[in-house]
């Protein structure tokens, strides 16, 4: 994959990377190296941690990340997304921590081969509930039991047709969303004061199992559509109770949450946040943020950021958008509009420019970490100089380049090159075009599926998902069992994988479900989506 990454250069670029490699101190007093951090991605390699996630994980430890975020580690063994997610065991014994101290372990320890600085790659987990977005059979629960939610709101009722030039096109598409919605999702059964008080100790303990496993801190996934944002969304959320999503309230379980968990925690342990943005206009999905509604949003989400800004309990912010209803923050997209800003740019400099205008103590106020369109060097440059925020997330540019930072790094120390301009504005590597496929067959279920936004979008996260398990087995097959492979012996070498980028969003759907890699049931989730899929078509 290294052959993929074009060289940097040029005195324009290194200018800035002196910024992007600047120490920056969080609020608990821990330090981030540098400004770059690998955000999560889902990875679907299996519910606790192996061999496959230890030589992913060690593959970006080495590249001189500042952070590295896990992919979504649920705290409810039976609300997960799509079946792979990675748990937090019940209880907490030397048995359950091994394979979670050997993941925090592998981070660590590749970082610290690099160098000997004080501040190593700071290891954090993603806390995640799926809540209504778990799926039946695939969530972890028995057939037909319903998730918890804020509401017994359906997923999939706020949906309104999008494309399509004439009304049947239009009705076509919303009908089969529909039933696919209805066959993947049940109606949420509405959580009770005593579910929510468990969910608050799921949380806790998943914070408390993160410590002992040796992570730096931990996340909680308030973003895309999960358990802890149904709870902020009027469209998800119509309690009239103390968690309901009034002004008042919308931030009272996310309270909780945080002021529990710094409570269980040690002083310099990491408490970070994801949360949605309210500006979609650059991303294209759904209502423009120019509307009423959404200014109305955007102001509503900038509340609650300054509102967790001033509990003075969290390190930072990460801003995010979309959800499994507007899920394009999973799909293959081109730039954005502007190549100056990111998808969220706008919002998170509104979001920064807020936070540090607060009265609080100094070094108190959270750091915000802009995660959305950072494709290229010049996105980089720009979202630190024009402070749209001060941590720098990369999800799927760290992928395809998993050795990022070391590029940077090096045009820094190559800053008498001369400037390359046109360079500034090219992607890290070569992106991938998901296309529909040679064949007719995999042509017809690319026109069908690209109906349900859902599925044509996770076509584009099949494809990642198959990238970062290729990068995986490469690794495996060139050091053995990386957990316990000696650092030396791996000589910093970044792995070279061919992520073919040919191949078709049906490819990889398939490649992403049949996998021998992971245990049986990967075939029986693979059936359900596929009977999903063909009931979906034949009664509509």
């Not at 996934?221 to 309690?239: D, I, K, T, V, W």
């Not at 090096?410 to 400037?419: G, T, V």
């Amino acid at each position: 994959m290294s052959a993929s990454c074009p060289a940097i250069s040029g005195t324009s670029i290194a200018k800035e990377s002196a910024d992007i490699f600047s120490r920056i101190s969080l609020p608990c007093g821990r330090s981030v190296r540098n400004r770059l951090v690998k955000v999560a991605t889902y990875e679907h390699l299996g519910n606790t941690p192996n061999p496959y996630h230890f030589a992913l994980y060690s593959e970006w430890a080495q590249n001189d990340w500042g952070m590295i975020i896990t992919g979504n580690v649920q705290v409810s063994p039976t609300h997960l997304s799509l079946g792979y997610d990675m748990i937090v065991p019940r209880t907490i014994t030397q048995e359950t921590l091994k394979a979670f101290k050997r993941l925090s372990g592998v981070i660590h320890n590749f970082s610290a081969a690099r160098h000997t600085s004080p501040h190593p790659t700071l290891a954090i987990m993603q806390l995640s509930h799926a809540g209504r977005q778990s799926p039946n059979m695939l969530g972890g629960r028995f057939p037909f039991v319903p998730p918890l939610s804020a509401s017994a709101i359906r997923l999939g009722s706020s949906l309104h047709a999008i494309g399509g030039s004439s009304e049947t096109s239009k009705v076509k598409r919303s009908v089969i969303s529909n039933i696919f919605y209805r066959l993947l999702f049940q109606r949420p059964r509405e959580m009770t004061p005593l579910d929510i008080e468990a969910t608050i100790q799921e949380f806790v303990h998943g914070a408390h199992f993160a410590v002992k496993s040796g992570f730096d801190g931990i996340q909680l996934h308030a973003a895309h559509g999960y358990l802890l944002a149904q709870f902020l969304s009027p469209e998800s959320n119509l309690r009239q109770d103390e968690f309901s999503c009034a002004p008042e309230h919308a931030l009272h379980l996310l309270r909780r949450i945080v002021f529990s968990i710094r409570e269980a925690v040690p002083p310099n342990f990491i408490v970070g946040l994801k949360i949605n943005a309210a500006d979609y206009a650059q991303s294209k999905i759904g209502r423009s943020s120019t509307s009423d509604h959404g200014i109305d949003e955007e102001r509503r989400i900038l509340d609650h950021v300054m509102t967790i800004a001033r509990w003075g309990l969290v390190d930072f912010i990460e801003i995010s958008g979309g959800d499994y209803e507007n899920p394009d923050f999973m799909s293959v997209r081109p730039f954005p509009e502007s190549r100056r800003q990111a998808l969220f740019a706008r919002f998170s400099y509104q979001a920064l420019k807020a936070i540090q205008s607060l009265p609080l103590p100094p070094g108190s106020h959270p750091l915000v970490l802009l995660t959305g369109g950072l494709r290229t060097p010049s996105h980089l440059r720009n979202a630190l100089a024009y402070r749209h925020a001060q941590l720098l997330g990369i999800a799927r540019g760290s992928i395809l380049c998993p050795h990022l930072p070391q590029l940077l790094q090096q045009s820094q120390e190559n800053a008498f090159h001369k400037s390359d301009d046109d360079f500034e504005h090219q992607s890290f590597a070569p992106e991938p075009r998901i296309q529909s496929g040679r064949s007719i067959f995999k042509r017809c279920i690319y026109s069908w599926t690209s109906n349900i936004r859902l599925v044509g979008a996770g076509m584009g996260m099949a494809w990642y998902i198959v990238a970062m398990r290729r990068l995986a087995i490469a690794r495996i097959q060139k050091y053995g069992n990386v957990a316990e492979v000696s650092v030396k012996q791996s000589h910093h070498e970044t792995t070279a994988v061919d992520c073919s980028m040919d191949m078709d969003g049906v490819d990889a759907v398939i490649r992403m479900w049949v996998w021998i890699g992971v245990d049986h049931r990967v075939w029986a989730h693979f059936g359900i989506l596929l009977l999903a899929l063909f009931v979906a078509y034949y009664l509509s």
